[in-house]
């Protein structure tokens, strides 16, 4: 079992920036992170590899968020610029520990507990 620990939401203003963590106890193939605003469903927003050599990332997200990893601490982050209102949501981290969709949330075994970010002014 993996568990998984999420940090650094908060409110920012447009324009603004935050980072995420995610500290995993054990090992994975793949973390990702996902999202969900209030009456919408949830969506993929970026996910790497258990080696850090390959990421995705959503349309929405490309060019302002980054997400790397620190093999050493065991954690992952989401390095958000340029945060928009529409970036508001409860976002989740998740690690899956075999082989399966990067894109889908049901692909994913273990969730952390989810961290608010707003995004007003």
């Known amino acids: 079992q993996v568990q998984l620990v999420e940090s650094g939401g908060g409110l920012v203003q447009p324009g603004g920036s935050l980072r995420l963590s995610c500290a995993a106890s054990g090992r994975w193939l793949a973390m990702a992170w996902f999202r969900q605003a209030p009456g919408k469903e949830r969506e993929f927003v970026a996910a790497?590899?258990?080696?850090?050599?390959?990421?995705y990332y959503a349309d929405s997200v490309k060019g302002r968020f980054t997400i790397s990893r620190d093999n050493a601490k065991n954690t992952v982050y989401l390095q958000m610029n340029s945060l928009k209102p529409e970036d508001t949501a409860v976002y989740s981290c998740?690690?899956?520990?075999?082989?399966?969709?990067?894109?889908?949330?049901?692909?994913?075994?273990?969730w952390g507990q989810g961290t608010q970010v707003t995004v007003s002014s």
């Open positions: 790497i590899s258990g080696s850090g050599a390959t990421t």
């Open positions: 998740a690690v899956r520990i075999r082989a399966g969709s990067w894109f889908t949330s049901q692909s994913y075994d273990y």
